[in-house]
């Protein structure tokens, strides 16, 4: 041992010792009375305030959630199997926080941010707060630019704008997830950031959406968020605070993001379940009086920001399930009611085979055509009222009869309009196969083919543009309209290819 390592040691530890804060440190120190169901009860604590997170003394997180006078009411952010009654508390004096940053972009996390991926640890930019402010009046911009989704009956019907806040509901099963997924890859072609927030789902839906978005989106500019059934209930609670916390990031950094929640119908159960173990009041059908306000505080943070805020903009996609195709349900009209329109999903339709099952009739988009590109918008212009006219005159030819020739010229272009809207999931249209379908079917070049014929052309029909009309995808790209002389080439290409489609069926 070299001869001057004591002297050394000494001189360290003299160091340590001067440099040392001596004194009296106060801690907020409380003990666990109850424990049960993810929620603790905890005494002592008279300084805390809401949503501050807690610490007990085997290591386990949890968030104040209810301020008695006496009591707090307590929610577990980790397994509550190793807190007892008389367990010692701590307040930190910090509200729930989560990591933000590009660090997140192609990782799997939980609510807190921790990885589910088996990745190295997030390396985060910035901690936020789940609960922020929803951006002002005056910050906010008009809701202008599109959110291409990729979806026909989505994008010629009820276009999406950036900073939109649009519900997709419907019944189980009928594709709600699919159709958000599908928004999520479509977004690999454009500059916006997606985050996808499962509160409360089965491990398989989880895992299927997961792999749609690996094999087909732009996963490295996606951030998935999980949190499962089996976690503590005060997980899934914070689940779509967390996300839109993350998405906020890059909003306010003049980036563009989507967010969807799937869904909030299991949130608002969640939040009931720790509101009836917390003993807050019942309401209608024992939700707490507040559960509109958790929502609408949520949804309110989705904005298209001024350019004095850097121009970034922030689309939400909510989902709620429905029961027996019931909207009038409560948490259904609540988050209708919060929304700026809502994308209805039908059973009957999804068991008849059309997919997406979207109901023309129920959907809307309170933006509208304002975010549509000028040729789309125009070659869609009377789809929605044809379209519901075919649905009419449908039902009537049922009872029997041979409809007259007009009648019958509607049933035909009808059904060629079905079968357009008809799509298979995971394959995202351009924005250019969408307005040459559109105007395929107002020209009537289909009306020739059978119905299932029209599969077949949509089908050919981005590769056919991509050989014959490239000038026309420049320029519906670069500009969203056709000149006329650009337009007749396209129309021409179109023909040719149902040409020999009919051919070939002949």
């Given amino acids: ?55 007990f003394e085997n290591g386990q997180v949890g968030f104040a959630r209810v301020l008695d006078p006496d009591l707090i009411g307590a929610v577990m952010l980790d397994g509550a199997t190793d807190v007892e009654a008389g367990d010692a508390v701590f307040g930190s004096g910090e509200v729930v926080q989560v990591p933000v940053g590009e660090g997140l972009l192609g990782r799997i996390v939980d609510p807190m941010g921790r990885p589910l991926d088996g990745g190295a640890p997030i390396e985060a930019g910035a901690h936020l707060p789940i609960e922020r402010p929803a951006p002002g009046i005056i910050e906010r911009d008009l809701v202008t630019e599109p959110v291409q989704t990729g979806i026909a009956v989505v994008d010629t019907l009820f276009a999406l704008g950036r900073g939109q806040r649009e519900l997709i509901v419907g019944d189980t099963a009928t594709g709600r997830t699919t159709l958000a997924v599908d928004t999520l890859i479509a977004q690999r072609d454009s500059d916006i950031i997606c985050i996808y927030v499962a509160i409360g789902q089965k491990t398989s839906s989880v895992r299927r959406a997961i792999t749609a978005l690996r094999t087909h989106a ?63 009041s019942p309401g209608r059908e024992a939700y707490p009086g507040d559960v509109f306000h958790i929502h609408a505080r949520l949804l309110e943070r989705a904005a298209k920001l001024s350019q004095a805020r850097g121009g970034g903009s922030l689309t939400a996609l909510p989902i709620a399930e429905t029961d027996a195709g019931n909207l009038s349900a409560y948490i259904p009209t609540n988050l209708i009611s919060i929304t700026d329109g809502q994308i209805v999903l039908d059973s009957t339709l999804f068991h008849q085979g059309q997919k997406p099952a979207v109901d023309v009739g129920l959907s809307v988009s309170r933006v509208g055509g304002k975010t549509q590109a000028p040729l789309l918008r125009e070659a869609a212009g009377s789809l929605r009222l044809d379209y519901a006219q075919f649905l009419e005159l449908e039902v009537f030819t049922r009872f029997g009869g041979m409809p007259e020739g007009r009648v019958r010229t509607q049933l035909r272009r009808g059904e060629r309009i079905r079968e357009v809207l008809r799509q298979p999931q995971h394959r995202p249209l351009r924005l250019a196969d969408e307005a040459a379908l559109m105007i395929a079917l107002r020209g009537g070049l289909m009306d020739g083919l059978a119905p299932e014929g029209v599969a077949a052309f949509r089908a050919a029909l981005p590769g056919t543009l991509d050989h014959g009309a490239s000038g026309a995808l420049r320029m519906i790209a670069e500009t969203g309209t056709l000149d006329t002389a650009t337009r007749s080439a396209l129309i021409a290409e179109m023909e040719r290819l149902a040409r020999s489609l009919a051919q070939a069926a002949e």
Avoid: N
């Fill in 1 to 55: 041992m070299p001869a001057d390592a004591p002297d050394d040691w000494l001189a360290r530890a003299r160091e340590v010792v001067r440099d040392a804060t001596l004194g009296p440190r106060a801690t907020h120190r409380g003990l666990v009375e109850e424990i049960g169901d993810g929620v603790a009860r905890i005494s002592g604590l008279l300084d805390v305030r809401l949503d501050e997170v807690l610490r």
């Fill in 218 to 280: 732009d996963f490295a500019r996606c951030i998935v968020l999980v949190a499962s059934p089996a976690d503590a209930p005060g997980l899934q609670w914070i689940a779509p605070y967390a996300g839109m916390t993350m998405a906020e990031y890059f909003r306010d950094r003049g980036q563009h993001a989507l967010i969807v929640f799937d869904d909030l119908s299991k949130h608002a159960a969640t939040h009931r379940e720790i509101a009836l173990l917390t003993e807050q």
